[in-house]
């Protein structure tokens, strides 16, 4: 399915600026095998057909602006998709902290008795030098601007 969005989006691009000619073939090997997206394809360029049927020659600037709203259309779906990504990699770093933090404290718990340390100052250690600067670290994926979070 990730697949698919990505195609669909390269179809919308192409209906908007200039594509490769390998893009192009892309998009014809992909839509030869995939109905969704060959459908996708067929809506999308029966509904350009649609607008360009209303354009005006009173106005000569419509199909500009036909373009700008597929365009506009194309960069907000562009948004959403980095959006998901941006939760997606969250998610991944949250649970491999705990992941992690679960594994370093039973290697921390096998160390307590040969080194003389209590159950609950290993659970402080793990809390404060592992699962801490995780939790922090995933955190940061949330907060930093888009072209800081090394996802797109």
Known sequence: MEGDKRFR????????EEVSEGERQLIHDHIR??????????LTARTIRGLREFTFTSEPDS???VRE????????MRQHNVQFKVWAAFAGALSMSIVGSALVYQV???????????????QVGVLVFWLLPSFCSA????????ENRGIA
């Open 9 to 16: 989006e390269l179809i919308d691009r192409s209906f908007v």
């Open 33 to 42: 095998d995939c109905d969704g997206c060959k459908r996708y394809l067929e």
């Open 108 to 122: 921390a718990k096998l160390l307590t008795v040969p080194m003389y340390f209590d159950t609950a100052e290993v």
């Open 69 to 76: 709203i597929l365009a506009h259309h194309t960069e907000t």
């Open 139 to 146: 955190l940061r994926l949330l907060a930093a601007p888009g």
């Open 63 to 65: 199909n500009a602006q």
